[in-house]
């Protein structure tokens, strides 16, 4: 059970925007720390998304964009492409036990 | 570029002793601010970050998870080795080592290794 919430799904048409939600508590995200986004294709590593709310890597198209409020973060994408159907993950920090926590996953399905 | 490589046993038994390294290139941990995390995941679940070791030696572990970790650098081989103690068929997971780029923000994971498989089983 992970301290951080995410949506099990969420689905978009081609070249639609889609968001995915991730909620923590006043111990992790609500306490100010910054938070980080993966994708995950099955069966292959997490790749660096997003880092410190708003960051993106190198090589990660604009499309993807991240922002944070309170508590809450979300990972936008636009223009949705067959390519972004994978698995997402926030991650960040928690205070209360002493460890870095990841999201149980959204799966992106691209309708 | 960076890359990380997991290497070690896809079987062990109960009770046995996990020993998994990670051979990386494209950085060192000897830099400031650098270091080297081992995250699992047991198939279908999320990740879980077991613990991680900077450039200057200092760890952190996760708590439930503290007594049966040791994590280790040779910083002259680029290698960082994880072993964890009294495996379990619940520890059976993919294990990845990731890199930790020195940033002004909570650690997070640049790269990643492939991963690998580990299946405890008698």
């Known amino acids: 059970q992970s301290v951080l919430t995410q949506p099990p799904s969420v689905s978009g048409a081609p070249g639609q925007r889609v968001t995915i939600s991730c909620t923590g508590t006043r111990s992790n995200v609500g306490a100010g720390y910054d938070l980080h986004w993966y994708r995950q294709y099955p069966g292959t590593a997490p790749q660096l998304l997003i880092y410190a709310d708003t960051h993106r890597p190198s090589g990660v198209p604009d499309r993807f964009s991240g922002s944070k409020s309170g508590a809450s973060a979300s990972l936008a994408i636009t223009g949705l492409q067959a390519e972004d159907e994978a698995d997402y993950f926030c991650q960040s920090y928690d205070s209360s036990l002493s460890r870095y926590v990841f999201g149980p996953g959204t799966k992106l399905v691209v309708l | 570029q960076i890359t990380l490589r997991e290497s070690g046993p896809t079987l062990v038994k109960p009770t046995q002793t996990l020993t998994l390294t990670c051979t990386f290139s494209?950085?060192?941990?000897?830099?400031?601010?650098?270091?080297v995390a081992w995250i699992r995941q047991p198939p279908g679940e999320p990740l879980e970050w077991l613990v991680h070791?900077?450039?200057?030696?200092?760890?952190r572990f996760n708590p439930s998870l503290r007594s049966r970790l040791t994590i280790t650098k040779d910083t002259s081989k680029n290698q960082v080795v994880l072993l964890m103690s009294n495996m379990d068929p619940a520890d059976t997971a993919t294990y990845y080592c990731a890199h930790i780029p020195r940033a002004d923000t909570i650690d997070f994971f640049a790269h990643w290794g492939l991963g690998a498989l580990v299946t405890v089983s008698s």
């Open positions: 070791i900077y450039w200057n030696s200092d760890r």
């Open positions: 494209g950085f060192s941990l000897d830099s400031d601010g650098v270091g």
